[in-house]
């Protein structure tokens, strides 16, 4: 089967580990697999494509832009030499149109994050005009789609609210944490149990610098700690993307609320940590923290889950999905610093996670310990047309 996989700009986000996992596990499958995309980022220099045919198509994004770079790809697939048993198209359905037009018998799968028109803040005036437009558009382009795969059931929720003609063509795929690459070497899980105990409690973040992410709560949340006298580590890891001001800005604040917060002692910023130095944090740490509110799913609860790390998340979007209260860790209703700082008391207290505190070869799952156990090895789906993913690089919900 020739697969074509339409993702562009590859930077190192959920969205982008996941169509590394896609071209992966296809290639794996047998299948000749073709990438088109406008750019891949620097940290991927020394990570393997083999097997996969990539086909790139230098084309910037600017801001507000959510069309023409999908657009471009589509462009460049429709008038190539190639005919696709399957196109997997991410970002944007702009593409979606042209493709079916010159490849008609072909199914065309569209994995959607979050519909645009949701991303688009409506705002005021032209602003709300033009979030509205995106609606009207994006509705007619997905139309073109033969299945709309959305990562969590809260995106689901929220498409069909804004979608709803559409509702019949959406399955729930969450996106794959990356489960043969952590079962081996350095990102093998240890769990807490048998690794040597830390003299203070450790707290692990790993998310984007962004200010969506909410990482102010955690300094917040530290210096509550340490107004109780409460000692703590807080570590902050995540990626500072130099193509967005906003991120570095972000970083700084971050910063800067910590000499102002006095808990320098306290809370480290490791900003743009590789693979192998984000999984050595896991097996260090005790506990995670993932702050988002409504994230659309949230890879890292499932990454730290796969740890055997309790984690600490907001209880709104894809994470309440995946944390178990209490069993696989805590949520907290807001993104607020006193009830994580509440929530992060809670888990230096607690002594034992029996869901979590064991180095058993399967993984631990999304829901209780057999969720993702759950699901075999090789996972195959048929949903109007032949689409294999191997190796449960996600989980399918009916």
Same mark, same amino acid.
């Given at each position: 089967?020739?697969?074509?996989? !339409?993702?562009?700009?590859?930077?190192?986000?959920?969205?982008?580990?996941?169509?590394?996992?896609?071209?992966?596990?296809?290639?794996?499958?047998?299948?000749?697999?073709?990438?088109?995309?406008?750019?891949?980022?620097?940290?991927?220099?020394?990570?393997?494509?083999?097997?996969?045919?990539?086909?790139?198509? /230098?084309?910037?994004?600017?801001?507000?832009?959510?069309?023409?770079?999908?657009?471009?790809?589509?462009?460049?697939?429709?008038?190539?030499? !190639?005919?696709?048993?399957?196109?997997?198209?991410?970002?944007?359905?702009?593409?979606?149109?042209?493709?079916?037009?010159?490849?008609?018998?072909?199914?065309?799968?569209?994995?959607?994050?979050?519909?645009?028109?949701?991303?688009?803040?409506?705002?005021?005036?032209?602003?709300?005009?033009?979030?509205?437009?995106?609606?009207?558009?994006?509705?007619?382009?997905?139309?073109?789609?033969?299945?709309?795969?959305?990562?969590?059931?809260?995106?689901?929720?929220?498409?069909?609210?804004?979608?709803?003609?559409?509702?019949?063509?959406?399955?729930?795929?969450?996106?794959?944490?990356?489960?043969?690459?952590?079962?081996?070497?350095?990102?093998? /899980?240890?769990?807490?149990?048998?690794?040597?105990?830390?003299?203070?409690?450790?707290?692990?973040?790993?998310?984007?610098?962004?200010?969506?992410?909410?990482?102010?709560?955690?300094?917040?949340?530290?210096? !509550?700690?340490?107004?109780?006298?409460?000692?703590?580590?807080?570590?902050?890891?995540?990626?500072?993307?130099?193509?967005?001001?906003?991120?570095?800005?972000?970083?700084?604040?971050?910063?800067?609320?910590?000499?102002?917060?006095?808990?320098?002692?306290?809370?480290?910023?490791?900003?743009?940590?590789?693979?192998?130095?984000?999984?050595?944090?896991?097996?260090?740490?005790?506990?995670?923290?993932?702050?988002?509110?409504?994230?659309?799913?949230?890879?890292?609860?499932?990454?730290?889950?796969?740890?055997?790390?309790?984690?600490?998340?907001?209880?709104?979007?894809?994470?309440?999905?995946?944390?178990?209260?209490?069993?696989?860790?805590?949520?907290?209703?807001?993104?607020?610093?006193?009830?994580?700082?509440?929530?992060?008391?809670?888990?230096?207290?607690?002594?034992?996670?029996?869901?979590?505190?064991?180095?058993?070869?399967?993984?631990?799952?999304?829901?209780?310990?057999?969720?993702?156990?759950?699901?075999?090895?090789?996972?195959?789906?048929?949903?109007?047309?032949?689409?294999?993913?191997?190796?449960?690089?996600?989980?399918?919900?009916?």
């Amino acid at each position: 089967m020739l697969v074509v996989i !339409i993702h562009p700009e590859q930077w190192n986000g959920g969205s982008d580990r996941c169509t590394v996992a896609l071209l992966r596990h296809f290639v794996q499958a047998g299948h000749r697999v073709v990438w088109y995309t406008t750019m891949i980022d620097e940290y991927w220099k020394d990570h393997s494509f083999d097997g996969v045919e990539i086909r790139l198509v /230098p084309l910037k994004l600017h801001p507000g832009d959510w069309f023409t770079q999908n657009v471009a790809l589509g462009w460049s697939l429709v008038t190539s030499d !190639i005919n696709p048993d399957l196109i997997v198209v991410d970002h944007s359905a702009s593409c979606v149109p042209i493709i079916k037009w010159r490849f008609p018998s072909t199914k065309v799968l569209f994995y959607c994050h979050f519909p645009q028109q949701l991303v688009n803040p409506t705002r005021f005036f032209l602003y709300r005009w033009y979030s509205n437009m995106i609606g009207i558009v994006e509705d007619t382009l997905f139309d073109y789609t033969d299945v709309i795969m959305v990562n969590s059931k809260f995106t689901a929720s929220q498409f069909t609210r804004v979608m709803p003609t559409l509702k019949d063509k959406i399955r729930v795929v969450y996106p794959p944490c990356d489960v043969d690459a952590i079962t081996a070497g350095v990102m093998k /899980p240890v769990s807490r149990k048998v690794r040597p105990s830390n003299p203070s409690y450790i707290f692990l973040s790993v998310n984007r610098f962004w200010p969506e992410k909410r990482l102010d709560i955690i300094v917040e949340a530290a210096a !509550i700690l340490k107004r109780k006298g409460i000692k703590a580590v807080v570590k902050l890891a995540g990626s500072v993307m130099p193509h967005i001001p906003e991120s570095k800005i972000y970083y700084e604040l971050l910063e800067k609320m910590i000499e102002e917060l006095d808990v320098r002692d306290m809370v480290t910023l490791i900003p743009s940590p590789s693979e192998e130095e984000k999984f050595r944090l896991y097996q260090e740490c005790d506990s995670a923290l993932y702050t988002p509110p409504n994230e659309h799913f949230g890879i890292v609860p499932i990454e730290a889950l796969e740890q055997r790390r309790p984690v600490i998340v907001c209880d709104s979007g894809g994470p309440s999905e995946t944390v178990i209260e209490d069993v696989t860790g805590t949520k907290i209703a807001l993104p607020s610093g006193d009830l994580l700082a509440e929530a992060m008391v809670h888990h230096i207290q607690k002594q034992d996670w029996p869901d979590l505190d064991d180095d058993e070869p399967e993984p631990v799952s999304m829901n209780s310990t057999r969720r993702v156990d759950s699901v075999p090895k090789s996972t195959k789906q048929s949903i109007n047309f032949s689409l294999i993913i191997t190796h449960h690089p996600c989980v399918l919900l009916p």
